[in-house]
Every structure is written in C-alpha cells, then in structure tokens.
C-alpha cells in the first residue's frame, strides 16, 4: 500500500545484508595473510612472536569463525527487526559491524596468544573505550572510496600494534595480559649491581 515506505525497507535490508556479508567475507578470503602480517608487524616491534602449531591454529580458526558466523546471524536479525519496527537499525547496523571490525582485528594477537572464542571478547568487554574507539575508526577507513581494498591488512597490522601498546608489559604466550617484569628485572640488576660495588668497596 505504501510503494516509497517499501523501496526504502527494500534498500536499507540491502544495505544491511551487503555490510553483513562483506564482513563474514573479508575476514575468510584475507584471514591468511592478514595474520602474517599482523605476526610481522609484531616481530618488527618486539622482535619475536608468539609461535602456534599450524594444524591447531587453523582448527581453531574454523571453529571460532563458524561461532563467528553464528553472531553476525544474530546481529543481522536483530538489525532487521529494528528497522522494521523503530528505523534505528542502520545506527545498529553501524555499531554492531564496528564491534565486529574490532574483533576482526584484535582476533589476529589474540588467536596467537591461544586465547579462546570467550576470551577473545572478554578481552574486547575489558577495553571498551579501546574497542568501539578502534571498530569506529575501521568503519570510517571502509567508508572511504576504494579504500575497502587496503582496509583489511590496516585493520590488522593497527589492531596489532594497539593490542602491543596496551599489553606492552605482556609476557609472550600470555592471553590475559599480566604485567612483565622486565622493568623489575632491570631494576633488580641495577640494584645488585650497586649492591657488588659496595661490597667489593667494602672488602
């Protein structure tokens, strides 16, 4: 009964469905290459990378990606039934597809860490000004013409150095992010240092 009312539902589920889509997407086709040079990115600044074998990191992709799947089926229901009810599912649309750029992103240290499907948002739920800050900033850069073709290896290779700032005293093979003692060490080494001069002054 209402032609215009229908093509603009029509448009908005089109546009929904091809965000959902690109995103389930992307992740799959680059998720190879994307996570070597997040491990690069890594190397060049740590100078190591945390090691994961390769049978059980890809088992371990597959399973996380499937329940991944599962969640973006949940995200595009409930953006569908918002916009169908109050129009605001364009606006959680966009939020819900920056939260998952987020994890896209994050997943890559992460996944080399071991962390597990929960752990991974756990770790997005413990940093939420960090996260949404990082999924906004991924919408923008796909928003940018053409850019959509370079926006995968920057997400990754920004993810990754953001996830090496704020665990910057993170052990290597730790998923939860403990603080180093590297700083402690150093300290101690002074100390005893000091300590041998004083002695060696005394003897």
Known sequence: TSPVIGWIFLAVMTVLGGVVLFLVAQPLLLAVFADRLSERVERSVRGTAPAVPFIASTGRALVHGLLKLVLYGLALVVGLGLTAVSGIGSLVGVGLGALFLA???????????????????????????????????????????????VAPPFVAAGATLVFLEAEGGTQLGEADGKPSSKKDSAVGGQDGAKGGVRKSAEM
Do not use: C, E, M
């Open 103 to 149: 994890y896209d992103g994050f997943d890559y240290p992460l996944s080399r860490r071991g962390a597990s499907f929960g752990k991974k948002w756990a770790y997005l739920a413990r940093h939420p000004a960090q996260t949404l800050g990082f999924g906004l900033g991924a919408t923008l850069l796909y928003l940018i013409p053409l850019a959509v073709f």
